[in-house]
């Protein structure tokens, strides 16, 4: 396995060779790789750090390799959503938060692997095949953006950008022991981000530092007129970057510990919890109490919501066709075999839950519990000013474990889909370890405070070590 | 006289117009002046619906939208939110339309026609914004088709659906509507009712209490009568013959002139409406104020005008207003002219000629016509001629004056005639004899060589009593 080096690291390298021999060499790893995180790799990303060291550009990004999740649309770089319905869709436009990371100096070097439109928490639905947990290949390494981690953990790449639209970053970032912001709803620029579930997703960094997912942010994060749910907001994230959480008010949901949570990984969050304590900070339980109801409520909207999203991959403009006698049957061939099972089962239910009879029934009630549930948050986070809980319930489950039963499957997402529900940020940061697996500790904060959880997570981080552990390290 | 609706007709109208004078989309910056240009070349990823693409509302879509929902007298909503309609269609490009449901931006006006039996009030029950689909062309009849191309420069330009109850009682009534929709929108100036696919329309119809069907596939104000009325009489000969009319869509046949029968109730789309996720809801109502100081005098209040101003026949008064171009013409003509003069020649001379030859009112001066009213009103030409230097003027160019002369149509001078009299009796002494002996006919010979030799010009009659009184001399 390479050496992690954060951002820092690699300007220190490119001072002292160039962009390109940095590129190049991670470039060499990506060929060597064993986790089938990329799915595609840049044929231009040599020719980009080439440029960078001409013009020597001064962005803050200069020269930094970057992944990006196969559902960020990139210029003349294939964006399938790891789906077999968009093979050959190659978009003619940047993201939001590509045109950002190009501007910044940034080299892209390919796209990563992820569960089909992001609907699941292994990334085993991809059309690509699964990807590995580099921790242990022979498990997942968590969804969706399960690409966008796994190659940040086995150190090919240094940082990268995921999607979460119920835990997609902060799944993987816990399952593959690297750092992963989901910010507010808002924050980010979804315009170029292929939808999902519209109202609860963000793109969000992937790194293996606090400091390196601040820097991302100061790029990727700010207002942006073509997304309409983007906020008119000013933050640097990086001046959160301060160790110092003396006074901080923590809270515990007791919904999100206790049933369905391995003891192991309970019992790692709680050290961590006394870790905090020690560094100034106090903790509290707090109630959630609507979080049982958040579940269902996440599925039926983010279906509902899929169901329509996904409607225009009709074989007509773009990606796969199968011919057909007319129209209808083209769209209807090209959608059988073009989409995977999960995403079928998801189309299928979600267009269900809003078919006339039963859309009250199901879709107008999970908005209302969504708006129960954002209650909680704001109660809580009255309160204290951060919540902690485990990120996922279990360590990486094993590949094919869960992949047949997809109930056992969402059961998963327990603690990530409220926070999407709320709309509030959410990080992940390796917290320790169990059976040789990373623990993911997720600290929440309120509407458009990521600076306070940032600063949070960068403390552990200064006084603890577990992210400075890398696979094969740890036994 | 009270119009009884003997067949109990109620039709109610959905009218899409597309606000073409929008310089952009609905919800992208794209040009709307498509028309004249290839297809596909108006298009980016929002209007094509390309993954990851969001929308964006085009703040001017929706002041025009406020703009014709006050002059349709209507309520302006608080807040308007966007809401997705979901149907597969190839010319629709995200496989959903984003419209507006349940808060659509204005709704509960009214629009007041000339009905079977005088002034009529025909309820708006909503008008909302959505945007348009692409355009299908068919390799060949729709039927037999060997492929189909799609054009998506149409697509996401913005419409305005306005949908009235069904209080019309009558094709002519539906007709009247129409007119009058499309005068109330031409005075907003938001769109250019010439263009294809400018105003689209619906029409739901039943007699006698019955189920109403909804009439699809019209193309123009006249086909919407032209259907109605077959619709209308289609239902009364089927119940005639023992039938019921159910809840169906049908499809107006404009060759033909028939309606076909394309989905009945059962065969109906779930359209599983719900918030467009990717938009915010937006608060419109405290715009009301500054929308209404934008809004101009409307045709009716402005033919009231016209009627008390001008003191103009409220024929020529309704007729001056449909068009707010004519209007504001014919303002500037009774400036120079007399006002009532100005009516009769702007109203039922110059707007014949004009609808005769498809022209608009731009096509003629002002000053033109000032001139023509000038000309008649000094007697120097004839009426006749008046309208032929309008003809003249439309369809071969030129100045009034240039044309009297040209065309030599100013009444001939008084000398002149009195030098053609002079010459006629000089070279008649048998019938100026004659005439004295007592045979009265005589004198149309004279009468006759002095328009010959005016070369038609002189007043006949004019000419006959000079004939008289220089032999009486």
Redesign the interface.
């Given at each position: 396995m390479a050496a992690w080096t954060d951002i820092s690291g690699i300007k220190e390298r490119i001072a002292a060779s160039s962009a390109e021999e940095v590129t190049a060499s991670y470039l060499e790893t990506i060929g060597k790789s064993r986790i089938n995180g990329f799915t595609t790799v840049w044929d231009r990303a040599l020719e980009v750090a080439r440029g960078i060291d001409k013009d020597g550009s001064s962005g803050p990004l200069a020269g930094v390799p970057v992944a990006i999740k196969e559902?960020?649309?990139t210029a003349g770089l294939s964006?399938t959503?790891s789906s077999g319905i968009?093979q050959g869709?190659v978009?003619?436009?940047d993201?939001h938060v590509i045109e950002k990371l190009k501007a910044a100096g940034a080299v892209i070097l390919g796209k990563t692997n992820m569960d089909e439109f992001a609907m699941g928490t292994s990334t085993e639905s991809s059309y690509y095949g699964p990807t590995l947990n580099p921790w242990d290949t022979g498990r997942v390494p968590g969804g969706s953006s399960g690409g966008s981690a796994a190659v940040v953990a086995a150190g090919e790449v240094p940082v990268s950008l995921g999607s979460d639209t119920g835990g997609s970053v902060r799944c993987p970032a816990a399952f593959c022991g690297v750092v992963g912001l989901k910010p507010t709803y808002g924050a980010v620029s979804?315009?170029?981000?292929?939808?999902y579930?519209?109202?609860l997703e963000q793109i969000g960094p992937m790194a293996t530092t606090v400091t390196d997912i601040a820097l991302l942010m100061d790029v990727i994060g700010g207002h942006d007129?073509?997304?309409?749910?983007s906020i008119k907001r000013e933050n640097r994230y990086s001046d959160a970057l301060k160790d110092d959480v003396k006074g901080l008010k923590i809270g515990v949901p007791e919904e999100y510990l206790g049933e369905g949570i391995d003891e192991n990984v309970e019992r790692t969050v709680w050290d961590a919890i006394g870790k905090y304590e020690e560094m100034g900070a106090s903790w509290k339980k707090v109630s959630m109490p609507h979080t049982k109801y958040a579940l269902a409520s996440y599925y039926i909207i983010a279906m509902?919501?899929a169901?329509?999203n996904?409607?225009?991959?009709?074989g007509?403009?773009?990606g796969l066709r199968v011919e057909g006698d007319n129209?209808?049957i083209m769209?209807s061939k090209t959608r059988a075999q073009g989409f995977g099972e999960e995403v079928k089962r998801r189309i299928l239910l979600g267009?269900y839950a809003?078919?006339?009879g039963y859309?009250d029934k199901y879709?107008l009630k999970a908005l209302k519990v969504r708006t129960l549930v954002k209650q909680d948050f704001d109660r809580a986070l009255a309160d204290v000013d951060v919540l902690m809980a485990p990120t996922m319930p279990t360590p990486a489950f094993k590949i094919g474990e869960k992949i047949n039963d997809p109930l056992s499957l969402y059961l998963a997402d327990v603690n990530t889909v409220p926070v999407n529900l709320a709309g509030v940020p959410s990080i992940s940061v390796p917290c320790g370890f169990t059976g040789g697996l990373p623990v993911g500790l997720q600290i929440i904060g309120r509407h458009f405070d990521e600076n306070t959880i940032l600063r949070a997570a960068y403390s552990f981080e200064q006084n603890t070590g577990h992210h400075t552990k890398r696979p094969g390290e740890v036994a | 006289m009270v119009y009884d609706n003997p067949d109990g007709v109620r039709i109610g109208l959905e009218v899409h117009v597309q606000l073409n004078k929008l310089n952009t989309k609905l919800f992208c910056g794209c040009s709307t002046d498509y028309h004249d240009d290839e297809p596909n070349t108006h298009v980016c990823p929002v209007c094509l619906g390309l993954p990851g693409s969001l929308p964006v509302i085009n703040e001017k879509a929706v002041d025009f939208a406020m703009k014709i929902g006050l002059a349709l007298n209507c309520e302006i909503v608080g807040q308007t939110q966007f809401h997705r309609k979901n149907y597969y269609y190839p010319d629709l490009p995200k496989g959903f339309q984003t419209t507006q449901y349940d808060y659509p931006i204005a709704s509960r006006g009214k629009v007041i026609i000339e009905g079977e039996d005088g002034e009529r009030v025909i309820g708006v029950t909503r008008a909302h914004m959505e945007e348009d689909p692409g355009r299908l062309q068919h390799i060949g009849s729709i039927e037999k088709s060997k492929g189909t191309f799609i054009n998506y420069n149409r697509s996401g330009m913005t419409l305005i659906e306005i949908v009235s109850d069904p209080d019309m009682r009558s094709p002519k009534e539906a007709r009247r509507y129409l007119d009058k929709l499309r005068s109330i929108l031409d005075y907003l100036d938001v769109f250019n009712g010439d263009l294809e696919g400018a105003m689209r329309v619906d029409a739901n119809v039943s007699v006698f209490g019955g189920d109403r069907v909804e009439v699809k596939n019209i193309s123009s104000f006249k086909g919407a009568e032209r259907a109605l009325l077959y619709e209308i009489m289609r239902q009364k000969n089927h119940i005639r013959r023992g039938g019921k009319i159910v809840l169906e869509t049908r499809h107006f046949d404009e060759a033909r002139g028939v309606t076909i029968s394309m989905r009945t109730k059962e065969e109906e789309h779930d359209y599983r409406y719900f918030p467009e996720p990717d938009l915010v809801p937006m608060r419109v109502a405290d715009r009301v104020p500054d929308i209404l100081k934008t809004l101009p005098e409307l045709p009716d209040a402005k033919r009231e005008r016209f009627n008390s101003q001008y003191g103009i026949a409220d024929m020529h008064a309704r007729a001056l207003t449909i068009q707010i171009k004519v209007a504001d013409f014919y303002e500037e003509v009774a400036l120079k002219a007399d006002p009532k003069d100005a009516a009769v020649w702007v109203a039922d001379i110059l707007k014949g000629e004009l609808n005769y030859r498809d022209l608009d009112v731009d096509a003629f001066r002002v000053e033109d016509i000032v001139e023509i009213i000038s000309l008649v009103k000094q007697d120097r030409i004839t009426e006749q001629s008046g309208v032929q230097i309008i003809r003249t003027i439309l369809d071969e160019g030129g100045r009034p004056q240039d044309i009297v002369v040209s065309k030599g149509l100013l009444k001939v001078e008084d000398d002149i005639v009195a030098k053609a009299v002079e010459e006629a009796i000089a070279e008649s002494p048998e019938a100026v004899t004659d005439y004295l002996a007592g045979k009265e006919k005589s004198l149309n010979f004279i009468v006759g060589k002095v328009m010959q030799k005016t070369k038609g010009r002189a007043d006949a009659r004019e000419a006959r009593e000079k004939v008289l009184a220089s032999i009486n001399k």
């Open positions: 559902n960020i649309s964006t959503c968009l869709y978009p003619p436009y993201a979804r315009y170029g981000l292929i939808s579930a519209n109202s007129r073509r997304d309409s749910t509902s919501e169901s329509s996904l409607a225009r991959f009709d007509t403009r773009y129209w209808h769209a267009t809003l078919s006339a859309h879709y | -």
